[in-house]
T-cell receptor, first 115, second 110 residues
Framework: AAGVIQSPRHLIKEKRETATLKCYPI?????VYWYQQGPGQDPQFLIS???????DKGSIPDRFSAQQFSDYHSELNMSSLELGDSALYFC??????????????FGPGTRLTVL | GEDVEQSLFLSVREGDSSVINCTYT??????LYWYKQEPGAGLQLLTY?????DMKQDQRLTVLLNKKDKHLSLRIADTQTGDSAIYFC??????????FGQGTELSVKP
């Protein structure tokens, strides 16, 4: 079965650089969530999109922005990177179909290292 | 906002049962999930319970929900060394976002 795809899997950047993380949801899933997991931490919700519109916002820094495109893939753009942005970034997708279980399926994550 | 608490560590012997506990604050959580994370890996959905249920059994996994006390537990029967991982409790909130607990590191000794 198709899963959530994230690219790249690993990314190394310098401080103050920019990074773009991509997420391709499971086919026919219309909702995407982004989470950040720092070393030894629990995943923290950043932002979500439903039908290409932002549906909820968590602890996402102003330096980060995200969007969902017409094919439902999503991109997380991170600018002026700081050392503290080093983390594992997860994308999850789900279908908002009322008849289906509201389960989020997670991608493998993108490990971002800021030097 | 929602707060989710778990104990940080649990150590058991192979073949014993493991019980991982979780307390949460948002009584409006509709679904409550358990995820497993192995070192350096992603989040694997283990099981879930709907908020109008008290118990759910899924092979070696049993989830108990005490909605009045906002307490959730995950019991793993016949724990194996391959069960060693971090287990996250994650109630879902309105709109579907998950609020994760700190995770319980389960160590299974042979």
């Amino acid at each position: 079965a198709a899963g959530v795809i994230q690219s790249p899997r690993h990314l190394i950047k310098e401080k103050r650089e920019t990074a773009t993380l991509k997420c391709y949801p499971i086919p026919r899933h219309d909702t995407v969530y982004w989470y950040q997991q720092g070393p030894g931490q629990d995943p923290q919700f950043l932002i979500s999109f439903y039908e290409k519109m932002q549906s909820d916002k968590g602890s996402i820094p102003d330096r980060f922005s995200a969007q969902q495109f017409s094919d439902y893939h999503s991109e997380l753009n991170m600018s002026s990177l700081e050392l503290g942005d080093s983390a594992l970034y997860f994308c999850a997708s789900r279908s908002f179909d009322r008849s289906s279980l509201a389960t989020q399926y997670f991608g493998p994550g993108t490990r971002l290292t800021v030097l | 906002g929602e707060d989710v608490e778990q104990s940080l560590f649990l150590s058991v012997r192979e073949g014993d049962s493991s019980v991982i506990n979780c307390t949460y604050t948002d009584s409006s959580s509709t679904y409550l999930y358990w995820y497993k994370q192995e070192p350096g890996a992603g989040l694997q959905l283990l099981t879930y319970i709907f908020s109008n249920m008290d118990m759910k059994q899924d092979q070696r996994l049993t989830v108990l929900l005490n909605k009045k006390d906002k307490h959730l537990s995950l019991r793993i029967a016949d724990t194996q060394t391959g069960d060693s991982a971090i287990y996250f409790c994650a109630p879902s909130t309105w709109g579907g976002k998950l609020i994760f607990g700190q995770g319980t590191e389960l160590s299974v000794k042979p």
